[in-house]
């Protein structure tokens, strides 16, 4: 079946409503706003048909968030698929108070004939047709509609747009790709009947799967440079098998395979957001200025740049900073309501390190501006390695320059000062670095050694005169040396010089193994000597005091 072919006859059938793939294509321009978004946005919601995912059948998920992100390119009405118990009440919640957003309860069949949307793509659940329907819903603008649900459908109005019951990822690509945009792709496995697939939809995109194949790594080589894959791969060998192979041909990787309402919450706009906790630990000497952040865009990040403290000849400096802080369905999900997490009741007691993925101001800002605002002693900084997962050792250098000036914006954007990066023995390469730090946003870099996060202990190099810092030591699970008691003495022990990067240490906590109870539990039981403050506090101050 030629595309030809395809899109004659959807005219011949009449089905123009929704937004055929041409709108989907540019770089989106929020209403209202000035910002060009370095993803695909969906248009600013006015009104919710809330549906809980639980009353859904498998089937009727895939019609829901096709439909979903179908109605989110022309905003005003759509849908969201609440899960009250993760954090998407949330988000909801911050749409109705903060912006506005009208909501009701509502039965799917209702907002389908509301919707305007006339045409279907069949498919069958247990095949790859799920994500040639998810693809085609983009680019013709019917939603997907699993062949149970078929009579129903018509009993609806909806006509037959195209049956790719037996179609699959190979075959939509190459017969669709001209007619996709090339910057981003979706990669979900075929087994999840709604995650991501709202987002798939309004943005146009190639959903598909095809663990770590050929036909993957030419997906990802058509990509243009910086390109991104959202989503996740085929980790059963360890997730560098398809994280090398993105990074060789310049993509990056947003971990998103489970999030929900993307396609909703793009539709907000917000320029520029502002940190609100605090950039200092007060047990510090006193601040050289007092002068209070002020809103709007920072010139080098960080919202509380103003207030440096002056350094205690007789303290050793220690951040803690959590794991994956690049994992979008994280943020999402249940992140900010675990107790183990952002929902501990004990967040709060001490300074904390989090990362956030700067994509968030475009795909989600309304949870960005949540994060921040119950952030009174939390600190972020942007997760490995930048605007994305990838190795930037791997990364060729054209799609490496273009990575790191779309990064800096974003942090610009997100008052975010710091990055974390992982790669392969790469630490020594400053001049990987000096493409991060020649920006003027960014103020260090945190290395993170594939294995182990802190092979390097703590060793600094410098880069356009900024650092990169290693991690010291680490909170993880099983292995030698980063159990509760073992990090504590190497902190009581270490180096007091604030003068010497000796004098400084990054605790990494890995987010799956332990928690806020356990950093607390190494805190509480330091010496009077060793002093917890934020990590873009620790980057500046190793900056500033301790410069080769």
Do not use: C
Request: charged share 20%.
């Amino acid at each position: 079946m030629s595309d030809r072919f395809t899109l004659s006859r959807r005219r011949l059938l009449g089905l123009t409503a929704g937004v055929g793939v041409g709108a989907a294509i540019s770089p989106s321009l929020a209403f209202g706003s000035s910002v060009a978004s370095a993803y695909p946005k969906g248009q600013r919601p006015r009104f919710l048909n809330v549906l809980t995912e639980d009353s859904l059948s498998s089937a009727e998920r895939t019609l829901a968030t096709t439909l979903q992100g179908l109605m989110a390119r022309r905003g005003g009405e759509s849908l969201y698929l609440n899960l009250p118990t993760l954090g998407y009440q949330h988000w909801l919640d911050g749409l109705v108070s903060q912006y506005g957003v009208r909501v009701r309860t509502e039965d799917l069949w209702k907002t389908v004939g509301r919707s305007g949307v006339r045409g279907y793509v069949l498919f069958r659940t247990g095949t790859p047709s799920v994500n040639v329907a998810t693809t085609l819903a983009g680019v013709t603008g019917a939603v997907a509609i699993e062949e149970s649900l078929e009579a129903v459908a018509i009993q609806h109005g909806l006509h037959k747009v195209l049956d790719v019951r037996d179609k699959d990822d190979r075959w939509v690509f190459e017969t669709y790709w001209p007619r996709m945009r090339h910057d981003v792709v979706v990669e979900q496995r075929a087994d999840f009947p709604e995650r991501l697939r709202d987002y798939a939809t309004m943005a146009g995109t190639l959903a598909f799967f095809d663990g770590n194949s050929d036909f993957r790594a030419g997906v990802v080589n058509a990509l243009d440079d910086d390109g991104t894959v959202i989503g996740w791969g085929d980790a059963s060998n360890g997730e560098d098998a398809f994280i090398g192979v993105n990074s060789s041909t310049g993509v990056k990787a947003l971990p998103a395979d489970h999030a929900r309402n993307l396609s909703v919450l793009s539709g907000i706009q917000e320029d520029h957001l502002k940190q609100q906790g605090r950039a200092f630990d007060p047990a510090l000497r006193p601040a050289t200025s007092t002068a209070q952040p002020t809103n709007g865009p920072q010139s080098g990040g960080g919202g509380g740049r103003a207030l440096e403290p002056a350094p205690d000849p007789n303290t050793h400096y220690v951040s803690f900073l959590i794991t994956d802080g690049d994992n979008i369905q994280w943020a999402l999900g249940d992140f900010p309501t675990d107790p183990r997490w952002f929902g501990s009741p004990r967040r709060g007691e001490v300074d904390l390190g989090w990362g956030i993925s700067p994509s968030l101001i475009d795909l989600a800002p309304s949870v960005m501006r949540w994060f921040y605002e119950q952030s009174d002693k939390d600190r972020w900084v942007v997760g490995p390695s930048g605007g994305g997962y990838m190795y930037p050792s791997r990364y060729p250098t054209a799609a490496l320059e273009k990575h790191t000036a779309s990064l800096a914006k974003a942090m610009g954007r997100s008052d975010l000062s710091v990055a974390q990066i992982i790669d392969f023995d790469a630490f020594e390469n400053t001049r990987l670095w000096s493409s991060y730090l020649k920006r003027r946003e960014i103020d260090g870099l945190i290395y993170l050694e594939y294995s182990r996060y802190d092979g390097l202990k703590g060793k600094v190099v410098w880069s356009e005169g900024k650092p990169v810092i290693s991690a010291r030591t680490m909170l993880w699970e099983g292995l030698d040396g980063a159990d509760e008691a073992s990090v504590t003495a190497e902190l009581n022990a270490a180096t007091r010089n604030p003068h010497s990067t000796a004098g400084y240490s990054i605790v990494v906590w890995h987010a799956w193994s332990k928690s806020v109870d356990s950093v607390l539990s190494v805190v509480n039981n330091l010496a009077p000597h060793v002093k917890v403050i934020p990590p873009d506090t620790l980057v500046r101050m190793v900056g500033k005091y301790a410069k080769p």
